[in-house]
Nanobody, 119 residues
Framework: QVQLVESGGGLVQAGGSLRLSCAAS????????VAWFRQAPGKEREFVAA????????YYADSVKGRFTISGDNAKTTVYLLMNSLKPEDTAIYYC????????????WGQGTQVTVSS
């Protein structure tokens, strides 16, 4: 089965940068799209960015557009989220998710990695 493992979270000052990684392993041959979501305490999970498994068609939530960049490696084993110009409101647990054998739902999720942005 597929496993998604996030890393790269931490504490950073406002205006700083972090790069999150999502390492995928297992049966990913039927993967369609990979995305990042985030969830702050007491709030609903929200979409951040997504990319097709082949690296094409990246798109972003308006709140992060121009600041965050989603990308994948050539081996299609790792998806990254480069976060620049971080704001305190970016503080959340960030989750990697994938559509595998699905074109309509993110049915595989990582464990999440905490990102905290201080003022």
């Amino acid at each position: 089965q597929v496993q998604l493992v996030e890393s790269g979270g931490g504490l950073v000052q406002a205006g700083g940068s972090l790069r999150l990684s999502c390492a995928a392993s297992g049966r990913t041959f039927s993967a369609y799209r990979v995305a990042w979501f985030r969830q702050a305490p007491g709030k609903e999970r929200e979409f951040v960015a997504a990319i097709l498994w082949d690296g094409g068609n990246p798109y972003y939530a308006d709140s992060v557009k121009g600041r965050f960049t989603i990308s994948g490696d050539n081996a299609k084993t790792t998806v990254y989220l480069l976060m620049n110009s971080l704001k305190p409101e970016d503080t959340a647990i960030y989750y990697c998710a994938a559509q595998i054998g699905s074109y309509s739902a993110y049915n595989y999720w990582g464990q999440g990695t905490q990102v905290t942005v201080s003022s």
